[in-house]
Each structure stands twice: as C-alpha cells, then as structure tokens.
C-alpha cells in the first residue's frame, strides 16, 4: 500500500512542505505516478518517525542523514539500528545536556559574553580578560571534560 503525501502528512504529523524537504535531504523517498505525483511507501512513517523523534532531542538533519545513510539500501530503522544509533549519540546528547545545565546555573547571574555590561561584570570578568579565550557568551561554554 502507497501513501499519497497528503496520506503521510496526517499519518505522521508532519507538514507536506516539510515531507518534500526531507525528501530534497535524502532522509525519506519516493516513487513519483504517471502523473509525477508522489508515493511512499507505508515504512516511510516510521522513517518519519525516526527523523522527528532525533530532531526532537536537539540532532540536526546532517546526523540523521549520516545515519540513515548508513542503513542498506534506505530501508527503515529497525529496533536494532534505533539502540545502535543512539547509543552512539548519547555522548553527543550528553554534551548537549552539559551546556543546558550550564547555562541554566548561570543565566542568572551572567549574560556570560563578557562584554562588561553588567555590574558583576567587573568581578567575573575584570579588565575584560575574557576576550582572550574567544568571541561570544565564552562563560556558558562548557569546559573539555578531561580524560585522565
């Protein structure tokens, strides 16, 4: 059984302008009718489902495209590849979980830039020293976890 993508997008949630840019991206395909009208197949939900549920813990559509990619033939994650995948994105999840922590510890108390417009500026981050250690909010970057 094919799916129109009027069929998919109620199925699965998801708008067809963003269906058509998933299928530009390679993440999800189609068979196109005589009269060039789109088909998926009924597993493209779950390929559905798979790119929403990684997009929803923060993973851009370059991951998942590298991951989807690395299933043969473009076939649809399956219980094993949903456990191996994410368990290889798990220290990429943690680190993301790291510079929320950070930021939410800190939001308060430093725009973190170290720009000096804040009165504690000038105790955080005398003579504007900061700028040594890079552009931007560098207070809200984690520090590298050292592996020793």
């Given amino acids: 059984m094919s799916l129109t ?3 998919l997008a109620e199925r699965s949630g998801v708008a067809p302008s963003a269906l058509r840019f998933y299928e530009e991206r390679g993440l999800i395909g ?10 998926y197949a009924k597993s ?3 390929r559905v489902a798979f790119v929403r549920t990684a997009q929803r813990v923060g993973l851009s559509l ?3 495209g590298a991951a989807l990619a690395e299933l043969p033939e473009g076939r649809t994650p399956t219980k094993s590849d ?20 950070l930021l939410r510890d800190k939001l308060d108390a430093c725009i973190g830039c170290g720009c000096l417009s804040l009165r504690s500026c000038a105790l ?6 900061l700028h040594e250690q890079g552009a931007g ?3 809200l970057e984690p520090r590298p976890v050292s592996r020793g």
């Fill in 5 to 7: 993508i009027g069929q």
């Fill in 30 to 39: 189609s068979e196109r009718t005589t009269g060039n009208q789109r088909r």
């Fill in 44 to 46: 493209t939900l779950r």
């Fill in 62 to 64: 370059e991951e998942i």
């Fill in 82 to 101: 949903w456990h191996r995948i994410s368990r290889a994105w798990r220290p990429r999840l943690d680190e993301q979980i790291r510079r929320i922590e």
């Fill in 124 to 129: 955080t981050n005398p003579g504007d020293t």
């Fill in 137 to 139: 909010a560098v207070l």
